[in-house]
């Protein structure tokens, strides 16, 4: 896999790798046999964590052991060599791999390969952030085919304000980079215009956080192949309960972990899940034939954006229910959009679940609760819209800011996808540091307030948000008539 030097195969090492590779070809029936025949729900609580190995590796542990280990030690020299050369699948060092983080990667390699005819599979990162930097930076070498050469890629402007950052200000202001922003991601035509003979890679964030934009995967994923491009899609705000891009073409997801996957609000996690082979016109075997397996032992070792074992056991405890929160929230969520859309002191509401959404012709072809036809309660597809909605107050950024400072149950965070609801409005806070142009572009104006709706009753938190309005209700007639 390195690549660079050849590895010299003892008998010894020989040993390790027959018995290796019967322990792989027993995944992969596995895999085939039980896991792909098995329902979201099923994969989603236990991954590829099977009896035989709780039985005989963990004293029977029914939960994911957690691997608080720096290495791994090995048997002799010829398992050591073997591991290192990576013939065979073992940890070593934990910035490499671990057991942990392995049960993690499964579960959602599985999860957003569900339903997908391919072969996926997932590294795990240190964050969300760790996982567009490690999904994107190996399309952008800058030696390509023996040559320096120009490099650019093609991103939604709709996008989280860390992501702004990093492809704006990381990439192409310190790295020459250039980053092509697209302003209307459902128009194809600006996409392919984008497009010339030093792009790399496209890349989209959908819904996005916090404006909610959407665009056509299918489209775009068919755009980015006539280029021999990947399509790379940021799906943190769907999770792979409503929405699975790679089945639909995209080459690579890209997940905050910390967000709706988990809802716990522990920790910081992220992953990069990946369809193999991809397309790419990067000339590098390893890198196409499986780009998660590739960032991990490679690129990932050498940068270090590894994921702690205990956070990675955490997260994948709080994944296991995911289709359940995911179905609940969204229902909640739809009501309180129905009553801000009502509201007095409400200017106008975003939720992709609205009908009068301009979008939500197009996200209903994608978003839907995964197996709702095989769920009792519903016995046919349904579709779901996630949790994450805006709207924007009215009388400007003054009375939003009223309005924000009299929320007594939901929390005032920059954070969002918890299992408690909280709300944050961007322009002061997620959205600060990209100023005045970059919040234009990305369509946020100063009285807009994301609201992420949790697991409570939806009663109680519309009971919030009436009170805190009302509050500036109170307020606002003498600003209104001046
Ligand atoms: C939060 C978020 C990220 C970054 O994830 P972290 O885990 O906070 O690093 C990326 N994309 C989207 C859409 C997000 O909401």
Known sequence: MSGANEIHITPGMQRYIDKNNAYLAERDRYIREVVKKSKFDTIAVHGLYTMEDALEDYQGSIIEPIFMSTAQAFHDSDEMAAALGYLIPSWSYSRIANPSTYYYEWTLALLEGYGFDGHTECCSTSSGMAA????????????????????????????????????QVRLAEERDVECRWVEDPTNLDEWASKIDKETRFLYGELPSNPGLGFFDIEAVADLAHSHDLPLIVDSTVATPALLRPICHGADIVVQSATKTLTSSGFGIAGAVIARSPLVTTIDNDALKNNFAIYVKYLPNRDYGPNLHPLQAVMSLNDMRTLRTKMDRMSQSTMKVARFLETHPNVESVQYLGLPDHPLHELASKYLWLVDAEHDELYGKPVNRYGHLMSFCVKGGPERAREFFDGLQRIWRATDLGRIKSVATIPSISTHQQQ??????LAGIPPNLVRLCVGGEHPDDVIADLDQALHRIGTSTTAAVTR
């Open 132 to 167: 567009i930097m490690t999904a994107v930076q190996p399309f952008l070498v800058h030696r390509f085919h023996n040559v320096l050469e120009r490099r650019n890629f093609v991103a939604t402007a709709q996008c989280y304000g860390g992501t702004f950052q990093q492809f």
């Open 435 to 440: 100023g005045e142009e970059g919040r234009l």
